[in-house]
């Protein structure tokens, strides 16, 4: 809301006092949101999902990846409509219904042991995660924007993404001390509660003014307006290319260092104690990129640096059965391989005009899921037959796109 405003034909100026009410009004909105996102990341069952998945659920790994490939199509699909809600209905109403079909989800995948079950749960999570993404930034943005903060946006949207994280390492133990001494089923069955306080947070928003709400142009709009983008502009291909590859590769870590640990006979109650650890080590290292790009002196060189450093980690892995240093291979790319990311923000978003810029970052995005969806089911079967033979192999193959990237110093 601007500091005037129409009232009856007639130019109405908000008083100051009014205006500060209304500043402290809407920036509950953001303390509310870094609750709403510490809650809804509260997976207990993050730190024991292929166990859940293997153990309790009793399906294969590659039924697994056959569910994660189906869970991004999913939100693919769902996309659209979640963004007519988001838009047309309101950021409120988006984010509490993704927080309820989440909640539900969680009930559902733990209701009974099934595949079929497994996709009625991907499909209600999906629903969620399309909801939630097409409208939490917007809300916040809308939120701020009525307050005259939009320059606030980066440092609240960071805290925000870190309460994320904060709500990952706080589960991530408490669900492998539950499926130590009570059951995995359960370590899905609770997230249902911290899911519900996430929607009970959601339904307190207060929801940004109508006037900010723009029409939707569509998903499907969005992506081919990106695409288009994108085949006129080599250097983003380029940069794109590079980032979704290795990134789709050290991906994996997060579906098989579980397989890795059970491997090597450690107890299920560490699980979600490593997790923490990994966790911590992408945190740590998001924040020292920068300094890491500035010793290096040039991107292209830490960029190598970094891809290689990955694609070894996983090489040492498939030889590696000492579990401390197995652990410390599996921290090292979650260290150097997630946060890749940054070093190619700058470097895209030069490319890129204001105008295009979510469209081209929403195909990249689009890119990365199917390279994903297509890749899941593959190394599944891989890590069937040999679960050091994916180590080797993505680790081989990592290294070898840090040789042959067309990548400059000019385009970061």
């Known amino acids: ?63 697994i990846m056959f569910l994660q490939s189906y869970f991004m199509f999913m939100i693919f699909v769902f996309e659209v409509p979640s963004g007519a809600i988001a ?40 629903l969620g995660a399309a909801l939630s993404s097409g409208a939490n930034e917007a809300f916040i943005y809308d939120t701020l924007k009525i307050m005259n903060k939009q320059e606030s946006f980066s440092k609240i949207w960071g805290r925000a993404n870190s309460m994320s994280i904060l709500g990952i390492m706080i589960s991530g133990p408490i669900g492998s001390i539950i499926a130590e001494y009570i059951s995995l089923q359960l370590t899905m069955t609770i997230c249902f509660f911290p899911m519900m306080i996430a929607a009970i947070v959601s339904f307190t928003f207060k929801e940004p ?5 723009k029409k939707s142009k569509g998903y499907l709009k969005i992506l081919k307006e990106g695409f288009t983008h994108l085949r006129h502009n080599k250097v983003i291909q380029i940069l794109a290319f590079d980032m979704i590859s290795v990134n789709v590769l050290a991906f994996f870590i997060i579906w098989t260092y579980q397989l890795y640990l059970g491997a090597l006979n450690v107890p299920i109650i560490y699980f979600g104690f ?30 190598m640096f970094s891809t290689l450093m990955t694609g070894a980690a996983f090489i040492f892995m498939s030889f590696t059965t000492f579990v401390p240093i197995g652990i410390f291979f599996i921290i090292i790319i979650m260290g ?26 929403s195909a990249i995005s689009m890119l990365g899921g199917v390279l994903q969806a297509i890749m899941n089911p593959f190394i599944g079967f891989m890590a069937t037959w040999n679960l050091y033979a994916v180590f080797l192999f993505l680790g081989i193959t990592i290294i070898i796109i840090a040789f042959i990237t067309p990548v400059k110093n000019e385009h970061l």
């Open 336 to 361: 150097f391989g997630f946060s890749r990311r940054i070093i190619f923000a700058e470097g895209i978003n030069k490319q890129i005009k204001s105008e295009n810029r979510a469209t081209v970052l």
């Open 274 to 303: 490593i997790l923490v650890l990994m966790t911590f080590s992408e945190i740590v290292f998001l924040n020292l990129v920068p300094k890491f790009m500035k010793w290096f002196k040039k991107g292209k060189r830490y960029l």
């Open 209 to 213: 003014n109508s006037d900010l709400v």
């Open 87 to 126: 838009d047309f209905l309101g950021r409120k109403l988006a984010m509490i219904i993704s927080a309820l079909m989440t909640a539900l989800a969680t009930l559902v995948y733990s209701s009974m042991p099934h595949i079929f079950i497994f996709v009625i749960g991907e499909t209600l999570w999906a």
């Open 1 to 63: 809301m601007n500091n005037s405003e129409s009232k009856n034909g007639k130019e109405y100026i908000q008083p100051a006092v009014e205006r500060k009410a209304n500043e402290i009004d809407y920036g509950r909105n953001v303390l509310k949101f870094y609750l709403f996102n510490l809650f809804i990341s509260m997976h207990t069952v993050s730190g024991v999902l292929v166990p859940f998945f293997l153990d309790w659920g009793q399906i294969t790994f590659v039924e």
